[in-house]
T-cell receptor, first 117, second 112 residues
Framework: EAGVAQSPRYKIIEKRQSVAFWCNPI?????LYWYQQILGQGPKLLIQ????????DSQLPKDRFSAERLKGVDSTLKIQPAKLEDSAVYLC???????????????FGEGSWLTVV | QQQVKQSPQSLIVQKGGIPIINCAYE??????FPWYQQFPGKGPALLIA?????SEKKEGRFTISFNKSAKQFSLHIMDSQPGDSATYFC???????????FGQGTELSVKP
C-alpha cells in the first residue's frame, strides 16, 4: 500500500515569497491533516479535512496560510507571504476516518522541509 | 489545558537498558494516548497507543503505563537496541475533538 506522498521535499525561499506544498493521502482515506513541526518540537495541527470539508483550522494563521482539498483527495497548503518563523517541516497525514482511534490510525508523510531566509 | 508535557528532552542509554519517557496532561477529556516514533528525515509513525480504561499495554518490547489519577503516562522500551535511536513523541486526543496534541519529543540514543 502506498503511503502519504508529499512534494516538494525541500524548499528554500526568501521571506515575503510564497510557497505551496502538495499532498496525496493514502487511497480511500477520508481525513487529511496538515501539521507544522518546528525543529525540536512536536507536530502542531494546522488544518484537518474530512473529505473536502474543513473540520478544524483553529491554529491555521489564516492571514498567510491557506489550504484546500478539492474533490476530497489531494490537498495543497500555501503560505503567502512567508515569514522567517515559518521555517519548519510541513507534515501531511491521513486516516481512514475522522479521529485517531483504533482503525483510524494517522499515517504521516515524510514531510516538506521549508527554510525561509 | 490542551498541553501535553513530555520529559526528558533527551536520553542516552546503553544497549539492553530500559529507557523511560514520561508525559503528563491536564485535560481530563483526553481518552486516547498514542506514542509516535520518528526517525530523522521521516514522518512520525504510530508505535503503540492506550485508552484510559487500562493501566498498561504491551506490544513487543514497548510498554505504556497509564496513571489516570495522576494524569500521567509513560513509555518503557525493554532491551533497547541501537535501532531504537529516534525521537519519541507522546500525544493525546479526545473522542469529541479528535485532534492529536503532541508532546515536545524525546530524543533517544541507544549506545552499542
Amino acid at each position: 500500500e502506498a503511503g502519504v506522498a508529499q512534494s516538494p521535499r525541500y524548499k528554500i525561499i526568501e521571506k515575503r515569497q510564497s510557497v505551496a506544498f502538495w499532498c496525496n493521502p493514502i487511497s480511500g482515506h477520508a481525513t487529511l491533516y496538515w501539521y507544522q513541526q518546528i525543529l525540536g518540537q512536536g507536530p502542531k495541527l494546522l488544518i484537518q479535512f474530512q473529505n473536502n470539508g474543513v473540520v478544524d483550522d483553529s491554529q491555521l494563521p489564516k492571514d498567510r496560510f491557506s489550504a484546500e482539498r478539492l474533490k476530497g483527495v489531494d490537498s495543497t497548503l500555501k503560505i503567502q507571504p512567508a515569514k522567517l518563523e515559518d521555517s519548519a517541516v510541513y507534515l501531511c497525514a491521513s486516516s481512514l476516518n475522522r479521529g485517531p482511534y483504533s482503525g483510524n490510525t494517522i499515517y504521516f508523510g515524510e514531510g516538506s522541509w521549508l527554510t525561509v531566509v | 489545558q490542551q498541553q501535553v508535557k513530555q520529559s526528558p528532552q533527551s536520553l542516552i542509554v546503553q544497549k539492553g537498558g530500559i529507557p523511560i519517557i514520561n508525559c503528563a496532561y491536564e485535560n481530563t477529556a483526553f481518552d486516547y494516548f498514542p506514542w509516535y516514533q520518528q526517525f530523522p528525515g521521516k514522518g512520525p509513525a504510530l508505535l503503540i497507543a492506550i485508552r484510559p480504561d487500562v493501566s498498561e499495554k504491551k506490544e513487543g518490547r514497548f510498554t505504556i503505563s497509564f496513571n489516570k489519577s495522576a494524569k500521567q503516562f509513560s513509555l518503557h522500551i525493554m532491551d533497547s537496541q541501537p535501532g531504537d535511536s529516534a525521537t519519541y513523541f507522546c500525544a493525546a486526543s479526545s473522542q469529541t475533538r479528535g485532534k492529536l496534541i503532541f508532546g515536545q519529543g524525546t530524543e533517544l540514543s541507544v549506545k552499542p
